[in-house]
């Protein structure tokens, strides 16, 4: 129950036939001490309701329609709520069922509260700017490629900034101009040596892009991920309204949404994932915020074609208009590596490593002499590196340890570092970049659209 305020939200009752409608009225009348009770969504079950004429006897007016869905998205249509109150319970109401209402809610703007929860929607910050946010359904899904991918595609047409947000980024906003950037792999290491994360997604994103990137922090995510606990995010957000930029980027971390009101949003979704994070849980949350998603890591072992179509199938269901796109990452070193023998230390999983080894080898001319999966545990890169046969240069991506582990180990060794980005590959890509294209035409649109 919410604390009593002068102020007594709009509200819809939950309600179903499990309950008495006598008891229902009771309860109404008790929540209209805290609550302005503008209406009710009976969600089903018939043991204690004669027939659907009987909740005509309701002190507020009811919505019901084919299914729980409907019936909610009816209520918020006509009765135009602050919050949704739960006044059902099992069997018509249960995990499933109280998680998809809470995903449509929080997309809609509503709270949603119960008994012993309360889920809230996020607190969005406006930003002047034409926006584009990149976000993902967990960490490691290749949310920052995709990103780096869309600032690549959209600098063709417009002036691009990034602003990242990532658990290990600086105490106050800072600013890296990637198209001015000069520092190298030794400064890397002494910016490492001064205490701060040197292989952030701040650093990745300015090295592989080369356009302004904005490095912030966030501590917490909750359930939904709507937005940060705690960030610099918005900070961020201002100094980036003062640069030269036309849109922004940006980036999410982990399965936490950016703390700004966007105006257009792509979804990453790893394909090694759980059906259950895309169809339950705050999913199906996600899929409604966003305007396109990705599917990442769709080769195998990672997932076969039946776990992807079932994936993206599950996306449809959700969001039937949604574009849906399925990609694998492939290494890019930052120069030509042709002929020499590397190591290749990466974030992803040690079972997809084959599939890396042998596009590096067909496409860069190189030959891979030893691989490393931990390029996200120190400990155990350490011991890799330590292990491995001779090399000539270190590929390692620009994050997680890759710096203050990787690249110190192997420059310490006399060797040479090249970062290696994670790029998209996919038979329809070029769908995909005129997909972000349209995206990003859609927000100067609509920004335009509200300054006028």
Not at 145 to 157: E, N, Q, S, T
Not at 397 to 414: P, S, Y
Request: neutral net charge; aromatic residues 6%.
């Amino acid at each position: 129950m919410e604390a009593k305020t002068s102020h007594r939200p709009r509200a819809i009752a939950l309600i179903d036939g499990e309950h008495y409608l006598p008891v229902v009225s009771w309860a109404l009348d008790s929540l209209a001490q805290d609550y302005t009770i503008v209406g009710a969504v009976f969600l089903g079950g018939t043991e204690k309701v004669g027939s659907e004429s009987d909740l005509q006897a309701l002190p507020v007016p009811v919505v019901h329609e084919r299914d729980l869905l409907s019936s909610l998205h009816r209520a918020l249509e006509t009765f135009a709520p602050e919050v949704a109150v739960d006044l059902s319970d099992e069997p018509v109401v249960g995990y499933y069922e109280r998680f998809a209402m809470a995903s449509h809610l929080l997309a809609m703007g509503v709270r949603y509260v119960g008994k012993d929860f309360a889920f809230t929607p996020p607190k969005l910050q406006s930003t002047s700017l034409p926006s584009l946010s990149v976000v993902g359904t967990g960490k490691r899904t290749g949310k920052t490629a995709i990103a780096a991918h869309a600032a690549r595609v959209l600098k063709d047409r417009w002036r691009v900034g990034i602003v990242t947000m990532g658990r290990g980024g600086p105490a106050e906003p800072e600013i890296l101009r990637g198209q001015d950037l000069q520092m190298d792999v030794g400064e890397l290491i002494q910016y490492a040596d001064k205490g701060f994360h040197a292989a952030s997604g701040c650093f990745g994103h300015a090295y592989m892009t080369r356009v302004l990137v904005i490095g912030c922090r966030r501590c917490g995510g909750g359930m939904a991920g709507g937005e940060p606990f705690l960030s610099n995010v918005v900070e961020g957000a201002r100094i980036a309204e003062q640069a030269d930029l036309d849109i922004a980027i940006f980036d999410g971390s982990g399965a936490t949404s950016p703390p700004v009101r966007v105006n257009r949003q792509v979804l990453i979704v790893g394909a090694h994932q759980p059906l259950e994070y895309v169809r339950g849980f705050f999913g199906p949350y996600r899929i409604l915020r966003s305007h396109a998603v990705v599917i990442t890591g769709c080769e195998q072992p990672l997932a076969d074609e039946a776990k992807v179509d079932a994936m993206e199938s599950e996306i449809r269901a959700i969001n039937p208009r949604i574009p849906v796109f399925r990609t694998v990452f492939r290494p890019r070193p930052e120069r030509a590596v042709e002929g020499a023998r590397v190591f290749l230390a990466v974030t992803a999983p040690s079972a997809i490593l084959p599939n890396l080894v042998e596009y590096l080898e067909e496409h860069q001319r190189c030959r891979v002499v030893g691989t490393s999966a931990h390029l996200s545990n120190r400990e155990k890169l350490r011991r890799d590196l330590a292990q491995a046969p001779e090399f000539d240069i270190l590929l390692t991506e620009l994050k997680a340890a890759g710096v203050d582990v990787g690249a110190r180990t192997a420059m310490g060794q006399g060797r040479q570092v090249v970062f290696v980005d994670n790029e998209p590959v996919a038979p329809n890509i070029a769908d995909l970049d005129r997909c972000l294209v349209r995206l990003g035409e859609e927000a100067v649109q609509e920004k335009r659209g509200s300054r006028a």
